[in-house]
């Protein structure tokens, strides 16, 4: 992590708390200059996409593959 004070990358982690939604609060401080500043991580999520047999990517459906799962079983075990 780069320090906002003096752009130097060697920074070490005072403290670390989990906030209310669900993100982590770090607090640093710089080995160089000696400031310490706050950061804020949260967890992102990537989209995660089906590749059809045309090679059009659609975004990835839970619901949908659920309603086809259900279907399926409807049919086999009827």
Not at 2 to 31: L, Y
Not at 37 to 48: A, L, M, V
């Amino acid at each position: 992590m780069k320090c906002p004070f003096c752009s130097s990358e060697d920074t070490k982690v005072v403290d670390s708390r989990t906030t209310i939604d669900g993100s982590t609060k770090r607090r640093r401080e710089c080995n160089n200059c000696l400031k310490r500043f706050s950061t804020y991580e949260r967890f992102e999520e990537s989209q995660i996409y089906v590749v059809k047999k045309d090679n059009r990517r659609v975004k990835y459906n839970r619901e949908k593959l659920l309603r086809s799962y259900l279907r399926n079983c409807k049919k086999k075990y009827k």
